[in-house]
C-alpha cells in the first residue's frame, strides 16, 4: 500500500483566497482524521470522520474551514478566505479500528503558507 | 478530559547514550497509549503502542516504552542511541471512554543527536 497520500505537498497563496488540500486514506481504513501542526499549538485534530461521515469537527476553528469525505477514497480540506493564522502543516491520517482505539497512519502533510 | 504532557521540549545525547523521554497522561479510565515519531518534514510514524497486558512494549528501531499506571507515565528508552534517532518524538493517548476515536498528542519532544 502507498500509505495515506497528501497533496500539495507545499501551498503558497495569498491571504483571501481559497486553498483545498486533498487526502487518500489507505485502502480499507474506515476512520480518517484531519490534524494540524503549528509551533504554538502543536498538534491540533481538527475534524474526523467514520466510514465517510463527519463524527466530530469540534476542532475546525471557524466556519472558513470545511472538511469532505465524498467517498472512502478521497477527502478534502478547504479554507475559503485564507488568512496569514493557517499557515502550518496539516495532516491527513486514516485508521482502522483496533481493539477500541484507533492507530493512526499519517500522511507525509501538506505546508500551507498564506502570504 | 485526556490530556498528555511531555515535560522535555528538547533533549540533546551523545550518540551511543541511553534515552529515556518522558510522558505523563491524564485519563478517566484505561489509556491506550502511543509513542510517534517525526522526521523533518515527513508526517508521524507510529514507533509503538501500549492497549494492554505487558507493560513493557517493544517498538521498531529498539525503542520501547514502559506503561507505569502508578505513576501515569509512559515513557520512552532506547539503550544506545544512533545518530539517525535525532527527530520529534510525541506521545498520544486515546481509549475507550469517550476518546477512543481520537488520540490527544503531547507537545513534542526534539531530539538532537551529538556526534
Known amino acids: 500500500d502507498a500509505g495515506v497520500i497528501q497533496s500539495p505537498r507545499h501551498e503558497v497563496t495569498e491571504m483571501g483566497q481559497e486553498v483545498t488540500l486533498r487526502c487518500k486514506p489507505i485502502?480499507?481504513?474506515?476512520?480518517l482524521f484531519w490534524y494540524r501542526q503549528t509551533m504554538m499549538r502543536g498538534l491540533e485534530l481538527l475534524i474526523y470522520?467514520?466510514?465517510?461521515?463527519?463524527?466530530?469537527d469540534s476542532g475546525m476553528p471557524e466556519d472558513r474551514f470545511s472538511a469532505k469525505m465524498p467517498n472512502a477514497s478521497f477527502s478534502t480540506l478547504k479554507i475559503q478566505p485564507s488568512e496569514p493564522r493557517d499557515s502550518a502543516v496539516y495532516f491527513c491520517?486514516?485508521?482502522?479500528?483496533?481493539?477500541?482505539?484507533?492507530?493512526?497512519?499519517f500522511g507525509a502533510g501538506s505546508r500551507l503558507t498564506v502570504l | 478530559a485526556q490530556s498528555v504532557t511531555q515535560p522535555d521540549i528538547h533533549i540533546t545525547v551523545s550518540e551511543g547514550a541511553s534515552l529515556e523521554l518522558r510522558c505523563n497522561y491524564s485519563?478517566?479510565?484505561?489509556?491506550?497509549l502511543f509513542w510517534y515519531v517525526q522526521s523533518p518534514g515527513q508526517g508521524l510514524q507510529l514507533l509503538l503502542k501500549?492497549?494492554?497486558?505487558?507493560?513493557l512494549v517493544q517498538g521498531i528501531k529498539g525503542f520501547e516504552a514502559e506503561f507505569k499506571r502508578s505513576q501515569s507515565s509512559f515513557n520512552l528508552r532506547k539503550p544506545s542511541v544512533h545518530w539517525s534517532d535525532a527527530a520529534e518524538y510525541f506521545c498520544?493517548?486515546?481509549?475507550?471512554?469517550?476518546?477512543?476515536?481520537?488520540?490527544?498528542f503531547g507537545t513534542g519532544t526534539q531530539l538532537k543527536v551529538e556526534l
Open positions: 498520544a493517548v486515546g481509549g475507550v471512554t469517550g476518546g477512543g476515536n481520537k488520540l490527544t
Open positions: 501500549y492497549f494492554s497486558g505487558d507493560t
Open positions: 485519563y478517566g479510565a484505561t489509556p491506550y
Open positions: 470522520f467514520n466510514n465517510n461521515v463527519p463524527i466530530d
Open positions: 491520517a486514516s485508521s482502522k479500528w483496533f481493539s477500541g482505539a484507533n492507530v493512526l497512519t
Open positions: 485502502s480499507g481504513h474506515d476512520y
